[in-house]
């Protein structure tokens, strides 16, 4: 079930043109955990082995909060 935050999510990644195999979303399954969302996200990921630490793997952790406030970071693992 979409929820309103993924489907804004969506529409700026879509506007962006970042392809659905490069990104992850959580907020559906969690809701809106403030700042541990992208932690969550990201352990996810390497318990799944999507990304693995010590690999060096380059990422972008992105998030938008309220009033559409945003931030990132590129970071390797």
């Known amino acids: 079930m979409a929820t309103s935050n993924r489907r804004l999510i969506e529409q700026l ?3 962006l043109g970042i ?3 490069r990104r992850a979303i959580n907020v559906d399954r969690y809701g809106n955990t403030s700042g541990a969302g992208i932690l ?7 318990r799944i082995a999507v990304i693995g630490l010590g690999a060096g793997d ?3 952790i992105a998030a938008v909060g309220a009033n559409l406030h945003s931030g ?3 970071i390797r693992l």
């Open 19 to 21: 392809a659905a195999n």
């Open 72 to 74: 990132a970071h590129f």
């Open 13 to 15: 990644i879509g506007a």
């Open 40 to 46: 969550i996200l990201l352990a996810e990921n390497v």
């Open 58 to 60: 380059p990422i972008v």
